[in-house]
């Protein structure tokens, strides 16, 4: 794998925690799981829509059913006890990884999109109406975009974008000019999944309380590869997903101040959110359990416990560096070919991650015969139709990176796209 | 390889680099429009009939997109003339990827059918049916 001294961190020593690296790809798709047919190695460049689970986190999850599988918060038994203490110790765990104040300020939920629809309801419906705006980024996933365009439809308020640049940097005398009196909520990505822009949270943290709003910010792409400090940042509401930072799937976190929350109805009604219940009223849990309602992703919250202690192990300033350096290596490569446009800032200003287009070959196409060569990259408008409109394409082809990929790969990646660029001469 | 390597065998890339009938028609029987939103594909297509009004005589196309979307409207403008409209009202997906002659990976098979159902919708609203908008989405 390359000389490892030339990267921050042991690529080596990581890629052996991550056996599906080792598969081969290309054959029958109907029984999942290396088969006969499979013989082409795969090369993974898809981090950015999920990461790979490595085994001390896939162990988690096994201990978890083997040896205390239990519903928490409800049995005084003893798998009860040890389910519930190791869920609550995973909010504390989240909490010191993203520099909250303790468990209160952290809820689980599902992923990104149901904690950014949780603040939307819960707060929005609430407090937003006619005369209000919600300012946004012209980059927003749709998991933001989709959520705050509904929510200001039944509240009357109006959305209004934060320009991108033509280099795909937030234009921050446009949201000097936008964040006004008038704003209520200001919702931006931290680091985008198209252009890897890294947005300025602090200092439009300062704008938005400098008006009195609020500042949401979704941490999917910057919580798994840069160190976060919710403090620093000012934060009131941070977001991000588990399957994006070696965790499993079905866990989401959302950070909120706690007088925030606090004050914040639920958003789901249920078992496990309530202190006292008669026939006519209820009253609700302590934070953050007003927020968990029913039965909560107990074995997703220990495994993502699991995840962040294998992370904070590298150090998350190695894994920046390593992004930063493998994001540099694929811009400088793809960007030196007069053919390929790349979407975004330059090599050295961007998260770990590169969208781009080859000339005369649809999105869809090269990434059918990038996916000959076992090249597994995502093409499509990765839920941000708008913002490929303002690009002028229906679609881009991504190739996003993690702690495991080498130079190597980005090379299989050039190489594929070469072969494409030949076919379609 | 994969199947996909085969998606892309001359025949195709063929079709793609030097597509066969695109272009208007000056006085066509029907045109229909249609699109593919996950590819951003999207294909109209001109029919002219025969006297009899049932027999396909010309197809012409115009469109925009991946190379199998716009490799099957080239080959289906030259593989319809001569049928009629309740032998296109009767072809499946097998007859698209029987005619495109390769195999065509699950998340493909949308561009692969979209220019025959722009043709059968267009066909049915000539023949009276109202269709609201042609897409190959889910
Ligand atoms: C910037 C950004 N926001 C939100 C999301 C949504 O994450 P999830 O699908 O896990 O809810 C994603 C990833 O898909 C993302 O990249």
Sequence with gaps: MGTQETYPIDVGAIREDFPILDRMVGGDIETPGEGEGDTQPLVYLDNAATSHTPEPVVDSIADYYRGYNSNVHRGIHHLSQEASVAYEAAHDRVAEFIGASGREEVVFTKN???????????????????????????????????????????????????????????????????????????????????????????????????????????????????????????????????????????????????HLLEAMDPYLYGGEMIR??????????????????????????????AA????????????????????????????????????????????????????????HDLSSILN????????????????????????????????????????ALVDAVDDARQLFA | MGMGSDMYRQQILDHYKNPRNKGKMSDPDFSHSGENPSCGDTITVNVSLEDDGETIEYVSFTGDGCAISQASASMLSERLPGTTLPELE???????????GVDISPMRIKCAVLARQVTQDGAAMHQGEAIDRTTTEG
Excluded at chain 1, 176 to 204: K, Y
Excluded at chain 1, 323 to 343: C, I, K, P, Q, T
Excluded at chain 1, 378 to 390: I, N
Aim: glycine share 8%; with cysteine.
């Design chain 1, 308 to 363: 962040i202690d294998y992370l904070d192990d590298i150090g998350m300033q190695n894994v920046r560096a390593h992004e930063d350096h493998l994001a540099e290596y694929a811009y400088n490569r793809l960007a030196g070919f007069d053919d390929v446009e790349v979407y975004g800032p330059p090599g050295d200003e961007r998260g770990g991650l590169v969208a781009f287009n080859l000339a005369g070959v649809h999105a």
């Design chain 1, 276 to 305: 006292s219940v008669t026939y006519e009223d209820s009253t609700w849990e302590d934070l953050p359990w007003k927020f968990e309602a029913g039965t909560p992703v107990i074995a997703q919250g220990i495994a993502l416990h």
């Design chain 1, 372 to 411: 000959d060569h076992g090249v597994a990259i995502r093409a499509g408008d990765h839920c941000t139709q708008p913002l490929h409109d303002k690009l002028g394409v229906p679609a881009s082809t991504r190739a996003s990176f993690y702690i495991y990929n080498t130079r190597e790969e980005i090379d």
């Design chain 2, 90 to 100: 009767a072809m499946d997906t097998d007859d698209i990827t029987e005619m495109l």
């Design chain 1, 112 to 258: 990104t999109t149901e904690a950014m629809n949780l603040v939307a309801y819960a707060w929005g419906l609430a407090e937003l109406g006619p005369g209000d705006t919600v300012v946004l980024t012209e980059m927003e996933h749709h998991a933001s975009l989709v959520t705050w365009q509904q929510i200001a439809k039944r509240t009357g308020a109006d959305i209004e974008f934060i320009r991108v640049d033509d280099e795909g940097r937030l234009d921050m005398d446009h949201a000097a000019a936008l964040i006004d009196d008038s704003t209520e909520m200001v919702s931006v990505v931290h680091v985008s999944n198209v252009l890897g822009t890294i947005t300025p949270a602090a200092e439009l943290a300062e704008m938005a309380h400098a008006h009195d709003a609020y500042i949401f910010v979704d941490g999917a792409q910057s919580a798994p590869t840069r160190p976060v400090d919710v403090e620093a940042i000012d934060a009131d509401f941070f977001a991000f997903s588990g399957h994006k930072m070696l965790g499993p799937t079905g866990i989401g976190v959302l950070y909120g101040k706690e």
